[in-house]
């Protein structure tokens, strides 16, 4: 008889257990899913303070701070590429709405329609819309009353006059260190007509490239080298046609002075509509004005662009209740904020994005212009870059990863020239402070520099041969065509030269300081190397050699799916042979994952030793020698020291694939929580700037990881690191 109750105990309970690997594995990306996910709106019920208090919109390649602020509605816009001659990333300027009619509204609501992309204002009977045409770079407001009402529009702009760069300001371009004395930002043009106003900010011939070309001994190949800031135009125009020109007016907002060309309506109006172009150009003034006119012009519906933002929230989602509804909800409201750059020109930048707003609001010591962020407008940190981009995998915007993409796609040409030009071998370098145009910045390099150092190398105890970074972008393009079948062969040169070049200087280091070039095991030596910014001047550092081992093998993988013949795979596979292993330690009687063989120094805070779990994924749940892992995140003293939660810091990821339930709850709890402004996915300044985006996409990895990853064979494991008790549903690309 009790043989019998255990069996049938036996059975329910293995009956059970079998239901639940059902329901499990439900809400894998094929399973548990939403017939038609979409995403709830955002609301605030009340007026903010200032700028800090903005809400996020925009689309294509344009971003809005919206906000109102005593009674007025206000926002800033920028377009993705407004770079000017210092290579500060400038704002268009800001727009400001007043109803002088509606002094005090007894009703007020703003709301962020996440499903259709565009955002909803309402002061009294007084109803603005204000939508970003995904596909054309126009911004478009409607201003509907049953009533009728007057109103005064403004665009307001600090850029009416030079403006002196000021000590700390230099970091918002590339001279960071305030090097060049008397450094200017050019006053822009403005041209109002009785129904609008052209703005315009035009860069010289002669800008920080030519500095940063002559400094690095390249000024010969200035002419043909890859230059984005020479001429450059950038600006826009206001089309309003029921207001006109009444003049300007001179003002302050926050602690910067502005000059506003200002519009009204010449009676009460119960339907108007505004237009703004933003575009830019480098070839001339006409064309820069033909263009935009022809923007303002177009007639455009807003129908194709809420249908763009209705399949983005079917792609991917992940919508928790209880204890995670904060989380999914942040993730969902800065993958909105990104998919604002879906299709901009260049990347969405680490340092605040396209939703920057007044400084002094972040810290009170910068009391600087609008167009202001730390760690510059047109340098991007490859380290903080690869978190914004990362999480586009799994949410399969893989469309969304063709900005960074196409950055060193066209600066692959300067990266090869300065191996060439410095080394006299093949392959491209890229380093870790690089500008748009794919040089090192101007004052990373090192602006003191011995006559007889590397010209190769920047001068710089953080970035020396910190070069490895670029094999994270290589093998994002490889995942993207992997998972969602993009077309990546205009990337295969950038991740060809890449390899080639680790592979080819080391050797060619190697022979420098003796007769062979590889090891006694047939490896190069990857010295002088670098883990992050941290374990410098290392010797075979795990995340190069990582990196390298993941990247050869999905590209040789790639190409034979491809079809290429066996001879042009050869190299590859013979260059995979000669990556040395990685690196491991024993601490207190436990093996670990080793930042490498040997450093000479910590820098930073980076835990580079587990970048073998994140992200190239060679240990995590389902995989071989997890224990190893465990014990780097369990003993490793620099781990134990170094976790953290701000701007690039990672302790959520790899707590998450570790498969740490309780620990990534609590990394993840802190990641991606509410920031410390009005709008929750507004985070940081953390090591960076507010809105700091490398925080959020690091946060956005980390929940990912959470719900899915794969085993050994490329098995789906749900839930890995999920609370049973959270209630989720979600969908993922792969």
Request: include cysteine.
């Amino acid at each position: 008889m009790n043989k019998s109750i255990n069996a049938t105990k036996l059975n329910l309970i293995l009956c059970l257990f079998f239901l639940t690997t059902i329901c499990l594995r439900l809400n894998g990306k094929t399973g548990n899913v939403l017939s038609q996910y979409r995403p709830e709106a955002y609301v605030w019920q009340s007026q903010s303070e200032n700028s800090s208090g903005s809400m996020p919109c925009g689309g294509g390649s344009i971003g809005l701070n919206v906000w109102a602020e005593d009674n007025d509605i206000l926002f800033y816009a920028q377009r993705s590429g407004a770079f000017d001659e210092n290579n500060t990333l400038l704002k268009a300027g800001r727009f400001r709405l007043s109803f002088p009619d509606r002094k005090s509204p007894s009703v007020f609501r703003q709301k962020l329609n996440l499903w259709d992309g565009d955002m909803e204002l309402q002061l009294d009977d007084i109803h603005i819309t204000i939508w970003v045409d995904v596909f054309q770079p126009v911004i478009h407001l409607s201003i509907t009353s049953k009533l009728g009402c007057n109103a005064t529009l403004s665009y307001e702009s600090w850029r009416y006059r030079d403006r002196l760069i000021r000590p700390l300001e230099y970091q918002q371009c590339s001279y960071k260190f305030g090097k060049v004395k008397g450094l200017k930002t050019k006053a822009d043009s403005m041209t109002p007509s009785q129904h609008g106003i052209v703005f315009y900010h035009v860069n010289p011939d002669s800008t920080v490239f030519d500095a940063t070309a002559w400094e690095q001994g390249l000024q010969a190949f200035r002419k043909t080298m890859y230059n984005p800031l020479r001429n450059r135009i950038s600006g826009g125009m206001l089309s309003c046609p029921d207001f006109s020109f009444i003049g300007t007016r001179d003002g302050i907002y926050a602690s910067t002075d502005f000059r506003a060309w200002q519009f009204a309506t010449n009676r009460p109006v119960k339907r108007t509509e505004i237009t703004i172009a933003l575009n830019d150009t480098q070839e001339g003034l006409t064309q820069f004005q033909n263009e935009t006119t022809a923007l303002c012009k177009h007639k455009a519906s807003s129908d194709k662009s809420r249908a763009w933002w209705h399949s983005f929230w079917q792609r991917s989602y992940i919508k928790a209740e209880g204890a995670g509804a904060t989380l999914s909800r942040n993730y969902t409201l800065f993958r909105y904020m990104l998919g604002c750059n879906a299709y901009g020109a260049w990347p969405t930048k680490f340092n605040g994005g396209l939703f920057t707003f007044d400084p002094v609001y972040v810290d009170k010591k910068y009391p600087f212009t609008p167009d202001f962020r730390r760690w510059g407008g047109g340098t991007f940190t490859a380290q903080n870059q690869r978190l914004v981009y990362w999480p586009m995998i799994k949410s399969g915007d893989f469309d969304m990863l063709k900005p960074q993409l196409d950055f060193y796609a066209r600066i692959l040409p300067t990266a090869m020239l300065r191996v060439k030009n410095y080394w006299g071998h093949a392959g491209a370098c890229f380093p870790e402070q690089i500008e748009n145009f794919g040089l090192p910045n101007i004052d990373e390099y090192g602006t003191k520099r011995p006559s007889d150092f590397d010209r190769g190398v920047e001068y710089n105890a953080w970035l020396e041969y910190t070069w490895d970074t670029i094999l994270e972008f290589c093998e994002m393009a490889l995942e993207a065509h992997q998972y969602g079948n993009l077309d990546i062969k205009a990337y295969l040169p950038l991740i060809k030269q890449s390899v080639i070049f680790f592979d080819t200087h080391y050797q060619w280091l190697a022979k420098k300081r003796g007769r062979k070039a590889l090891d006694g095991d047939g490896h190069i030596v990857i010295y002088p190397g670098s883990g992050g910014e941290t374990y410098k001047m290392a010797y075979n550092p795990a995340n190069t050699i990582a990196g390298l081992q993941t990247v050869i093998t999905s590209l040789c993988n790639y190409m034979h799916a491809e079809g290429c013949d066996s001879d042009s795979i050869a190299p590859f596979k013979a260059m995979l042979q000669r990556i040395p292993p990685l690196p491991y330690r024993t601490v207190e009687g436990h093996k670990m994952l080793s930042p490498a063989q040997l450093w000479m120094r910590v820098n930073n805070k980076e835990l580079t030793q587990l970048y073998a779990v994140f992200p190239w994924r060679q240990y995590g749940v389902g995989k071989d020698d997890l224990e190893t892992a465990l014990n780097t995140w369990r003993y490793d003293p620099f781990v134990k020291q170094f976790k953290g939660i701000e701007s690039w810091e990672q302790a959520n990821i790899f707590a998450a694939c570790l498969g740490l339930t309780d620990e990534a709850v609590y990394w993840e709890q802190k990641k991606l929580g509410d920031g410390p402004y009005r709008f929750p996915a507004f985070w940081g300044p953390g090591h960076d700037w507010a809105p700091d985006h490398n925080w959020g996409g690091s946060g956005m990895i980390g929940l990912q990881e959470m719900l899915l990853q794969k085993d050994e064979r490329g098995n789906d494991i749900p839930l890995p690191a999920w609370p049973k008790n959270w209630p989720v549903k979600y969908k993922f690309a792969y």
